[in-house]
């Protein structure tokens, strides 16, 4: 009847990666096939417990064989710390895969990949899909410090060029990772650069991009209550196409975004 | 034992069951139809619609606080003649009336809004919403003043046919009121309650957590406050009371409905459980069951005090 959105799925782990960074691996085998980089899981958290509306967490990777779907969430409050504290064999309920992912480029080109911090979790999945497709990447990973430079070594594996940076200079580049793209853009000249961040970040990307006319494709965050469309709760303002200014949902519309719609 | 009657009659409507979706969190009943048969509900209630398109508010407009939602969505919509040509076609492929609620910024605006809406083939009755708590103007300035919504509601019932239910505010002092002025002023039914104004602080930031500053708080943190406020009004009307406010589970339902509420709306209940009104259903048909009870209207105001 749910056309496949409503689905139980077994915890199979989750695991701390970094400070108060977990990776969580649910048995979804229909998540697994139709989800598309980009999408996001709606999970019910605190069950049992106090109410809580659903949490939003962007599909991290699929394994199509096992069926399973992982996740990378970074703890902030009540629903990733009652998220951190599930053990596998626990099920939880889900609503997805939701939202509009990423525009995968037919085959071939040149991508640029952007990550701050937690917003690596979309862009994994993202970078493994590219590959498969011929597509030349690049990845800029940025995260306050070392240890918060999440997935570092499942990058590694993919055996793709990672450029790092860090606010305080413990690994890589000491500076902001838009720095490093900032620098890249005119050497790289991209296709497109896909980004997933907190919203400075991406707003001085989308500035970067906006003076190469590059085109850019990003992930957004908004407070969400049914991810489906109907409460008109997870508003971002998007350039009009008559010129003037108005409000989409990041959950139908989005949560990725052509750079250049969204008013920063 | 023959099955149980859940059905219900509110202001000449006949539903199948007393259970609908609260205006506004239901968008315009496409997005939960891939959950269940909208077949199923007592009622259909679509978001507020305006004349003119509403961007709403700036974001963010949510914010999560103990058991309940604050909401500063400010009536975003596509107004009124997207919804019709948009909206209604596809509302009109189900069974259960089709409830619409109207907000405006002036008298003018309702009335127009209830003139064009009468004209409208599937649309069944119209809520008139005098309690939008997120809107500068009008919306909640017309469901504070018992002049004010009496006004609302004589303009409105002069120039439609349709079954008028008006959508009261709990941010009164005395919503009883309200609900008699409007009444009085010849509307069929009330629903009741609409959000609790609130706010929500980030310490860190010092600043609200919602743009808009204050929002509307719904959510199982206030169904005591709208069990009390429906008790009152439904022993101070004649007219039948639709109970809203934190509705979660059959158990609620049934304390709205022994208080009083001939029928009942869920809300952000909805957000968590997609199936939630579904489960109400079937939980309110096996109340009656394990009770041997034939009617759900012997429940209606059935609170033994
Ligand atoms: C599409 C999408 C995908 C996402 N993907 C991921 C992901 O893959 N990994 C990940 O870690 N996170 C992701 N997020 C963010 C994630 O959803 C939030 O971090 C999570 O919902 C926080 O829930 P919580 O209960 O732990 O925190 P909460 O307890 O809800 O709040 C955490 C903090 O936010 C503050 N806050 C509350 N309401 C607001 C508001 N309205 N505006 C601003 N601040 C507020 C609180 O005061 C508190 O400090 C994604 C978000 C979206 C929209
Ligand atoms: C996101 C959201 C949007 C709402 N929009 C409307 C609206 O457009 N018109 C209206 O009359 N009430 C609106 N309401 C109020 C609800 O219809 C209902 O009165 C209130 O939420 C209490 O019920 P609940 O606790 O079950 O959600 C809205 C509530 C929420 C949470
Ligand atoms: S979260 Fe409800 S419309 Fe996006």
Known sequence: MSAGVEHIGLICSNVEIGPGAYLMEISLPEVALRARPGQFLHLRCGEGMEWLLRRPLSVHDVDKKSGRVSLLYQVVGKGTSWLAGQKPGINIDVLGPLGRGFSLPPCGGKALLVAGGVGIAPLFFLARELLGRGVILKFFLGARTRNLLLRLEALQRLGIEIEVATDDGSAGFSGPVTALLEKSIPKEKPDIVFACGPRPMLAACAGLLAGHHIPGEFSLEERMACGLGACRGCAVPVRSPEGGATYENVCTCGPVFAAQEIIW | ?305
Request: glycine residues 8%; charged residues 20%.
């Open chain 2, 1 to 305: 034992m023959p099955l149980p009657n859940l059905s219900v009659n509110i202001a000449g409507l006949r539903l199948q069951n007393p259970v609908m979706p609260a205006s506004g969190t239901f968008g315009f009943g496409e997005e939960y139809s891939r959950f269940f048969d909208l077949n199923l509900l007592g009622a259909i209630v679509v978001k507020a619609v305006t004349l003119k398109p509403a961007p709403g508010n700036p974001p963010p407009r949510l914010a999560e606080t103990a058991s309940g939602l604050l909401n500063s969505i400010g009536l975003q919509n596509p107004g009124l003649e997207v919804f019709i040509r948009e909206k209604m076609p596809f509302l009109r492929r189900f069974k259960p009336p089709v409830i619409v609620n109207i907000a405006g910024k002036t008298l003018e605006e309702y009335v127009e809004l209830a003139e064009r809406l009468s004209e409208v083939e599937g649309v069944a009755a119209l809520e008139v919403n005098i309690s939008c708590p997120n809107v500068k103007e009008g919306g909640v300035a017309f469901g504070v003043d018992p002049k004010m919504a009496a006004g609302v509601i004589t303009a409105v019932r002069r120039r439609t046919p349709l079954p008028i239910i008006a959508k009261l505010t709990p941010n009164v002092t005395d919503i009883t009121e309200i609900a008699r002025a409007a009444e009085d002023a010849g509307c069929d039914a009330v629903s009741l309650i609409n959000t609790l104004q609130g706010m929500a602080i980030d310490v860190e930031r010092r600043r609200p957590l919602l743009a808009n500053v204050v929002g509307g708080l719904s959510g199982p943190a206030i169904k005591p406050v709208a069990l009390y406020a429906v008790w009152r009004v439904a022993r101070a009307v004649k007219i039948p009371v639709i109970g809203m406010g934190g509705i979660r589970t059959a158990t609620d339902a049934l304390e709205f409905m022994l208080a009083g509420a001939r029928a009942v709306a869920v809300g952000t209940a909805t957000f968590t459980r997609p199936t939630a009104m579904v489960e109400i259903i079937e939980g309110l048909r096996e109340y009656l069951h394990r009770n041997n009870i034939n009617d759900i209207n012997e429940l209606v105001g059935a609170i033994k005090v």
